[in-house]
């Protein structure tokens, strides 16, 4: 039993991985159709995402428990995100403060949770970019923002090693899911590795 992420910045490969070496235990990247025409800021606003982002985790634990495993393109737990846009001042520190609020909650609440393992890729810009432009299956039209983030996204995860004692491995397998793949953690809702790992994050001030 686990549940597995994958991350990346856009056009990292991580869908083209996920649908090529685990299509029937898959979690896809989703969005709510409403997402445009929310406000930017807000509790409500934060809100909004805690509740979409716990009803991915919840079809991954579905998934789970049907079939053993679960692989989720993107991290459910989505909090990076808010974290990362910060440190470039994309996202005010209020707001940022507020994401983090309503995950911890639903962390208590068992709503969302960190995942057994994290598979991470890192990519040049050269590479991503011609991927990007090779994809004509969707658009990504922020794609110069997200490869700004890679350096956070890439702090984020170094923390979230050391925080859940390993679990994180910075490459995509060839082979699809290792054989000897790390087991169900039982930090999954660990509050207080949550609070360790939290804390050890160097929240940027707008």
């Known amino acids: 039993m686990m549940i597995v992420v994958v991350e990346g910045i856009s056009a990292a490969g991580k869908t083209t991985w996920c649908r090529s070496h685990g299509r029937s235990y898959l979690i896809p990247e989703t969005f709510p159709a409403d997402r445009k025409a929310q406000p930017l800021t807000g509790i409500a606003t ?13 079809d991954a634990l579905q998934i789970e428990r049907e079939k053993g495993r679960a692989i989720c393109d993107t991290d459910p737990l989505k909090l990076h995100y808010s974290w990362c846009l910060c440190q470039i001042d994309a996202l005010p520190k209020r707001q940022w403060e507020l994401q983090l609020q309503t995950t911890r909650t639903a962390l208590q609440e068992e709503r969302l949770g960190f ?16 991927q ?7 658009v990504r039209d922020r794609f110069e923002l997200h490869f700004r983030l890679q350096p956070f996204l890439i702090r984020w995860y170094e923390l979230l090693e050391k925080a859940l004692g390993g679990r994180v491995l910075w490459r995509l397998p ?5 054989a000897d793949a790390t ?24």
């Open 132 to 138: 990007c432009q090779g994809d004509t299956s969707r």
């Open 174 to 178: 060839d082979d699809g899911l290792p």
């Open 46 to 58: 934060a809100q909004y995402w805690i509740d979409w982002n716990a009803r991915r985790w919840g």
């Open 183 to 206: 087991l169900a953690s039982e930090l999954r809702y660990d509050i207080n590795v949550f609070d360790r790992f939290v804390s050890s994050l160097e929240t940027k001030a707008t």
């Open 115 to 130: 995942a057994d393992a994290y598979f991470v890729k890192v990519i040049d810009y050269l590479t991503a970019k011609q």
